[in-house]
């Protein structure tokens, strides 16, 4: 039987015969002609056999001494090999690989991770190292694996090129199996297989006639339809010429099943590891899966379910490729969100990890983000042809935007790691968190410094951090909606702007005394709602904030007497809270004003401390935090202008209704107001989450006599609109009940 294998005399590959192949040349055969080997063998022996050769007990024969039977150690014992076979997956593999290691008896350090280049893809170039070492070793090489988008850097792995590099190797007597790990991206290969029977027209061409043919017909309402940038659409044209193929339904397939695939390029290649049992297997003519895999027997309702997406959808440029098309469109525009979410004079960088293509400066293209697409619709964006050119090639290779925000000029990899922790505390439901405050959510993950090599030191000397082999946390976005509105990506960015000054204060602010006033305590209450006393004399005092409060038990009649005692002298009920009034030892963050507000102590419970400001004694008293509707730190930057109507957050419970002035331009003011009752149309629920509400008919800059800033709501009543439930827009009345305080808030000193 003649096998195709690499002679070391002539230095090229010969048909050689079974029979005078090395175990060495016996490794490194051609997949398909493995697959087909025990048939062919068996042939030729019933040519030459003057007997008939028993097919099925020669497969026996095979079976018993093969590596399924024998055993990993025992093979290599009878056979006279010395080095234990090795794999091969990009330094940023999903955990599964090192597992699969585990799984088949060759240990974890089977595993040879191959470093990443620039782009966060595997590095051919160290790829093609590690392979001349194994081949001048003679160490068997099972596979190579390609990442057809890993998760954390959404990075699409050259499988052109490494195919390539297969075939180069195969030619100097080294081959092995080259597999496709589409668990994340296998999907995205949908955007390149036309419809059929609608166009015979190769697949990346197809949308870009359709578009120019509907380009006069684009409506307000249109979903764009990105397409992948020419690199990665390549790869996808090659992915074909992969051994096997892995896929993952419940991620890029939007399948909410536990199932999961594995193509063969060779159906053949799984008779080996098949396990036959007449539990399971009824025959040829029987599909079933649990021969075949590691799990066994399975149920079929999730293929079925997954199948039936197959089928509704469609597994063309006009089904999948078309809602993948789209995410794509929402997320390269998150790229250019991400991109310029910080302005000039804010405190902090954001960059994303990838960076712009080849071709472009940052500034112009900040520039063409803010005049092109920032907050534009998105017929706007995609009748430019400049922006879509830009959008193909911009961004991550498939659906998930990872990035970093740093504090500006910060050169400590500990405070950039720290920052981004603080926003993932921000950002995500914890045990003991309320969701309803938790205004965005978006995950935290981090990238190892071995494992992400090159790719992560340039990205740190772009964030402005030194390359000092420490990892790097960052936070990870991933874009699976394919009807995102472009207003509301750049509106997230807006939002996500305040909760990054907020997290800033939370890793910078030091110690410093803070002063709190009570906004009303009724009679037989024990909760009752408190006001930061804003200022701008120092950072640290630069926050809006309402907490809910109640007394601790042992202070209760300690606190009524002091409220009681300020309302019959008409004093404010005011607070301080002193940071001598905390074991620095026992507090092992820095009690700056989120960690008092924000940590729970020893005992899981939040509690502030405070001094009782207006009694001639000094009594301190501990109040537990039960709810926080507002905490922003103000915004200093000077591209803040003074709203087009006074602004107001109104929050509360079922017995007050409370209204507080939100702060914006400097010079600026609090004032807040106890409203008579609940306004009609404000439902309890958005009451207690709080709303921020435009005052009908009172300008937004500050109301001044005489160059002094007076409180503007000079009436008892007044027309209000803010978004409701559902955003329904609402318009109704607040009435004023009293004036709690009033302050005036200047432009800080330089």
């Not at 040519?47 to 055993?71: C, H, Q, T, W």
């Not at 709190?516 to 640290?540: K, R």
Request: aromatic share 8%; proline share 5%.
């Amino acid at each position: 039987t003649p096998l195709l294998v690499f002679n070391t005399e002539s230095a090229k590959r010969e048909l050689t015969a079974l029979k005078d192949c090395t175990n060495w040349q016996l490794l490194n055969i051609d997949i398909d002609h493995i697959c087909d080997l025990a048939d062919h063998v068996s042939e030729n022996m019933a040519r030459v056999s003057e007997n008939p050769v028993d097919k099925n007990m020669f497969k026996e024969l095979v079976e018993r001494e093969g590596i399924m039977s024998l055993g990993l150690f025992n093979f290599m014992e009878k056979h006279g090999l010395n080095h234990s076979p090795v794999y091969t997956a990009p330094a940023n593999n999903h955990y599964s690989w090192p597992k699969a290691g585990t799984l088949l008896g060759l240990g974890i350090d089977a595993l040879i991770p191959i470093q990443l280049d620039v782009n966060f893809r595997q590095d051919v170039k160290h790829l093609r190292e590690k392979l001349d070492e194994f081949l001048k070793n003679k160490t068997p090489v099972i596979s190579v694996t390609a990442v057809m988008g890993s998760t954390e850097e959404s990075a699409v792995d050259p499988i052109k090129e490494m195919y390539e590099l297969r075939e180069e190797f195969k030619e100097k007597g080294l081959n092995f199996a080259l597999l496709a790990d589409g668990a994340w991206g296998g999907y995205f290969k949908t955007m390149l297989i036309d419809s059929p029977g609608v166009d015979k027209v190769p697949g990346k061409n197809t949308l870009r006639k359709l578009r120019a043919a509907h380009k006069d017909k684009i409506y307000d309402g249109f979903v764009p339809y990105c397409e992948l940038s020419e690199y990665v659409q390549e790869q996808y044209e090659h992915i074909q010429l992969a051994d096997t193929i892995t896929i993952d339904p419940h991620k890029s397939g939007f399948c909410p099943y536990p199932g999961g695939a594995l193509c063969y390029r060779n159906g053949k290649m799984r008779f080996p590891i098949a396990l036959f049992h007449p539990e399971v297997f009824h025959g040829e003519g029987d599909p079933t899966m649990g021969v075949y895999g590691v799990e066994g027997s399975k149920p079929g309702a999730a293929p079925a379910g997954i199948l039936m997406s197959h089928n509704v959808i469609g597994l063309s440029n006009r089904g999948y490729g078309r809602i993948l098309g789209q995410c794509t469109a929402t997320t390269k525009l998150f790229y250019t969100m991400w991109l310029t979410v910080a302005r000039e004079d804010d405190p902090f960088v954001c960059l994303p990890l990838q960076d712009i293509p080849k071709g472009y400066d940052l500034e112009s293209v900040k520039q063409m983000i803010k005049n092109k697409i920032a907050f534009k619709p998105l017929v706007e964006i995609y009748r430019d042809e400049e922006v879509t050119k830009f959008l193909k090639e911009c961004g991550p290779d498939t659906m998930i935007n990872t990035f970093v925000v740093n504090v500006k000029n910060n050169d400590d990899i500990e405070l950039a790691n720290e920052l981004q922790v603080a926003l993932s505390d921000a950002m995500n439901i914890f045990v003991g968190v309320k969701a309803n405050r938790v205004p965005l959510i978006i995950m935290q993950s981090g990238l190892d410094a071995k494992k992400h090599g090159e790719g992560l030191k340039v990205f740190k000397t772009r964030v402005g951090l030194p390359i000092d082999g420490k990892d790097m946390n960052v936070m990870v976005n991933t874009c699976m909606n394919p009807w995102q509105r472009n207003e509301a990506i750049f509106a997230i960015g807006d939002l996500f702007r305040m909760i990054v000054l907020n997290a800033i204060g939370r890793v910078k602010d030091s110690a410093v005394n803070h002063n709190f006033i009570s906004t009303g305590s009724s009679v037989g209450i024990d909760s009752f709602f408190i006001e930061y006393l804003t200022s701008t004399d120092v950072p640290e005092h630069q926050y809006q904030v309402a907490v809910k409060v109640e007394a601790d038990s042992a202070d209760k009649a300690t606190l009524r007497d002091y409220i009681d005692c300020c309302n019959s002298k008409k004093l404010p009920i005011l607070f301080e809270s002193n940071t001598a009034d905390y074991d620095h030892d026992e507090y092992d963050k820095v009690p700056n004003l989120y960690n008092i507000l924000h940590l729970p102590d020893k005992d899981n419970q939040i509690k502030i401390r405070v001094r009782l400001v207006n009694q001639p004694e000094q009594v301190t008293v501990s109040l537990k935090v039960l709810d926080i509707p507002r905490y922003q730190r103000l915004d200093m930057s000077s591209s803040v202008t003074y709203p087009e109507k006074q602004e107001y957050f109104i929050y509360g419970d079922s017995t007050r209704t409370i209204m507080s002035h939100v702060v914006s331009k400097l010079p600026d003011f609090q004032h807040t107001v106890m409203l008579t009752r609940r306004p009609h149309s404000l439902t309890d629920i958005v009451l207690e989450q709080g709303v921020t509400v435009q005052v009908v008919g009172v300008e937004g800059s500050p109301l001044q006599v005489d160059d002094e800033i007076i409180q503007p709501l000079q009436r008892s009543s007044y027309e209000i609109s803010f978004k409701g439930e559902l955003q329904a827009s609402i318009r109704t009345t607040a009435n004023i009940k009293e004036t709690l305080f009033f302050n005036k808030i200047s432009i800080p000193s330089a």
